[in-house]
């Protein structure tokens, strides 16, 4: 499959706390994408990350990437109760035309 | 400026009908996805076209599932006839990617299928 798999499924924190997020996947990338996903609504893009790129920064996330082991992870600090949705990675697959989305992690922020 | 617009955002039918969403992108926007996303699970592609034309069509059921990009601007994807299994989240997203995923997607609400 060439689709991310994220780990874990499920994460609940306390509100200030860090949440990490990892994503595997299987073949070789361009780049890797990030995108939130609150309940009943639409995907919102997070962050990109080019296959050259280690490690980049948005805000209060943090996103690193390892080709040589495919895998990368979504670091948020400081949570917010308003974080708590399900986090999805994509790649960009090289030499297709179109991203392949994980199964996503479901993040819960207690207040 | 504008999202992606999609509608309607819930639908209720019965197996064996028919049905449609449409979808107008962020202007200037060439390419347009349609994802299926099943309840728990990670959005899967179903068509993406570069303008008015079908780049990636490969995991469209094609037997009941058609999608129109006429004009190269909005689009509908129709179901026809459904079946219980069709029951899911259709989301429409658009990007300014010419080919590839170049660029972040921009995402509408989505369609709520359900079958019954």
């Not at chain 1, 499920?10 to 073949?27: P, V």
């Not at chain 1, 399900?86 to 090289?94: D, E, I, L, N, R």
């Not at chain 2, 969403?21 to 996303?37: D, K, R, V």
């Not at chain 2, 689009?75 to 899911?88: G, H, N, R, V």
Request: net charge positive; glycine share 8%.
């Amino acid at each position: 499959s060439q689709q991310g798999e994220e780990d874990p499924q499920a994460l609940s924190i306390q509100e200030g706390e860090n949440a990490t997020m990892n994503c595997s996947y299987k073949t070789s990338i361009n780049n890797l994408q990030w995108y939130r996903q609150n309940s009943g609504r639409g995907l919102v893009h997070l962050i990109l990350i080019r296959s050259n790129e280690r490690e980049k920064h948005s805000g209060r996330l943090r996103v690193t990437l390892d080709t040589s082991k495919k895998s990368s992870s979504l670091l948020i600090t400081a949570s917010r109760a308003a974080d708590t949705a399900s986090y999805f990675c994509a790649t960009g697959v090289t030499g297709a035309n179109n991203l392949f989305f994980g199964t996503g992690t479901r993040l819960t922020v207690i207040p | 400026e504008a999202g992606v617009a999609q509608s309607p955002r819930y639908k209720i039918i019965e197996k064996r009908q028919s049905v449609a969403f449409w979808c107008n992108p962020i202007s200037g926007h060439a390419t347009l996805y349609w994802y299926q996303q099943i309840l728990g699970q990670g959005p899967k592609l179903l068509i993406q076209f570069q303008n008015n034309g079908v780049v990636d069509d490969s995991q469209l059921p094609k037997d009941r599932f058609s999608a129109e990009r006429l004009k190269g601007v909005d689009s509908t994807l129709k179901i026809q006839p459904a079946k219980l299994e069709d029951s899911a989240v259709y989301l429409c997203a658009s990007s300014l990617g010419a080919r590839g995923p170049a660029y972040g997607y921009t995402f509408g609400s989505g369609t709520r299928l359900t079958v019954v």
